[in-house]
């Protein structure tokens, strides 16, 4: 019965001891502020830039995070891309602040877009936002006057309706798609583009402590940032490699550096590292050029270019085939991104490097071919001719001599003595005539 007794009151301690400290555990938990997790973007706005802002907002999310900071500075990017970045942003269960920095920073083209989708929308001293006229959806290269102009009308569309729902001015966000129009920092400020600006991240989230904000769902939100720790959410190791090869002048000279590692194999079989290389090089190039919406047509004439190049090593065109295919590159290059965004143009002077130093190179590789070919080939025993030899017997005048390391019957044209250096003349089948050195 005691025992029964003891252990009824040490549950009811127990009891007593959580009931006591539940109360302060979730006043210290309701107190504490939630994270700001925070999104890097410098550069274009490619596919690999999506997957990393809906990463992080979907992460967010998760763990019921204070809410988005989104520190933009791009050029502009991809439009199919720029959709699928506002659509993550307009529908996200947590606030979303994009913030144009640091100061100087460019948010075009499709930055205008992502910046005006933000439930708040900043920017810092000398930073721009406009000129988001589109140029092209995905690479269609040169449009037609009708289809530029439904693009734009649908461009226009879009960015007032987002304009809208976000308490912006839409006339003003028009103006940016329809002619182009760039806005200071200030300017932008006026035209009730943006809600504040700010010099630092710290004065932004000391601005926007206690702002109310509206999500998706209809749920008004109380941003609690005073204090907020700030999480940096960087991108993985194979985004961040995927975003430097996602820039065309880099996914270019892979494409060309792998052309010629394979050729290079293909010239010369066997060397094994540059086929390797070659190949990992163009594969590469080529889903990056997939993921910047590249012309079809561009990609395919550079394969033909390679192809062709390819080929004059196993068919005697004298010269024919390399020259189509050096045509054939150079064209395709200067199809790739012909009329595509401005932040994704392909630099010219690189095309013409490269094109000189790609017919420089199959010119000192077809020229190594050829010597080759008009070299006497020398195999099997006929390698033997002219190769020095010891007597191993008397020569009267058959006897064994070695060379190279092998025992060989000759014989000599004189009597030769065991010991004695001998020169192969000839081969005759299995014999080999020779003569004192």
């Known amino acids: 019965m005691a025992n029964y007794l003891r252990k009824g009151l040490i549950i009811l301690f127990l009891l007593s001891l959580c009931l006591t400290l539940l109360p302060i555990a979730l006043a210290d938990t309701s107190g504490a502020p939630r994270v700001v997790y925070l999104l890097r973007v410098e550069g274009p706005i490619v596919p690999v830039v999506a997957d990393y802002v809906e990463e992080g907002i979907r992460t967010a999310e998760e763990r019921e995070a204070c809410c988005v900071l989104l520190e933009l500075s791009t050029p502009g990017g991809l439009y199919s891309t720029t959709q699928e970045i506002v659509e993550s942003i307009l529908n996200s269960r947590v606030p979303v602040i994009v913030y144009v920095s640091p100061a100087g920073a460019w948010a075009g083209s499709a930055g205008t877009f992502i910046t005006i989708s933000a439930?708040?929308?900043?920017?810092?001293?000398?930073?721009?936002?406009?000129?988001?006229?589109?140029?092209?959806?995905?690479?269609?290269?040169?449009?037609?006057?009708?289809?530029?102009?439904?693009?734009?009308?649908?461009?226009?569309?879009?960015v007032r309706s987002i304009a809208q729902m976000r308490g912006r001015d839409p006339l003003q966000a028009e103006m940016a798609v329809l002619e182009s129009k760039s806005f200071s920092d200030g300017e932008a400020m006026k035209a009730k583009l943006i809600d504040l600006g700010a010099t630092s991240r710290e004065e932004l989230l000391q601005q926007l402590h206690g702002r109310k904000v509206t999500l998706i769902d209809g749920r008004e939100v109380e941003l609690q940032l005073a204090g907020a720790p700030v999480k940096l959410v960087a991108m993985s190791q194979v985004q961040r490699l995927l975003f430097k090869i996602s820039e065309p002048n880099i996914a270019y000279l892979l494409m060309?550096?792998?052309?010629?590692?394979?050729?290079?194999?293909?010239?010369?079989?066997?060397?094994?590292?540059?086929?390797?290389?070659?190949?990992?090089?163009?594969?590469?190039g080529l889903y990056a050029l997939g993921s910047l919406d590249a012309q079809f047509g561009g990609v395919l004439l550079m394969l033909l270019g390679l192809c062709l190049l390819a080929a004059e090593a196993f068919v005697v065109s004298h010269g024919l085939l390399a020259g189509g295919g050096l045509v054939s590159f150079i064209l395709g290059s200067l199809m790739l991104f012909s009329g595509g965004p401005p932040a994704l143009r392909l630099s010219l002077s690189l095309v013409g490097v490269t094109a000189f130093s790609q017919a420089a190179f199959v010119a000192?590789?077809?020229?190594?071919?050829?010597?080759?070919?008009?070299?006497?080939?020398?195999?099997?025993?006929?390698?033997?001719?002219?190769?020095?030899?010891?007597?191993?017997?008397?020569?009267?005048?058959?006897?064994i001599i070695r060379v190279e390391g092998e025992r060989w019957k000759a014989e000599s044209l004189e009597p030769l003595e065991a010991g004695q250096k001998v020169v192969i003349i000839s081969v005759e089948g299995l014999k080999l005539k020779v003569k004192r050195v």
Not at 136 to 141: A, K, M, T
């Open 119 to 158: 439930h708040v929308a900043a920017m810092a001293p000398g930073s721009r936002i406009g000129a988001a006229h589109p140029v092209s959806v995905s690479g269609e290269g040169e449009l037609s006057d009708v289809q530029k102009q439904k693009i734009t009308q649908d461009a226009a569309a879009w």
């Open 256 to 284: 060309t550096v792998g052309s010629l590692g394979l050729l290079i194999e293909l010239y010369h079989p066997g060397a094994i590292f540059p086929g390797v290389a070659g190949g990992i090089s163009l594969l590469l």
């Open 364 to 399: 000192f590789l077809l020229g190594a071919v050829v010597k080759a070919q008009r070299r006497r080939a020398v195999t099997g025993q006929e390698s033997l001719q002219g190769a020095i030899g010891v007597a191993l017997t008397d020569l009267k005048p058959e006897g």
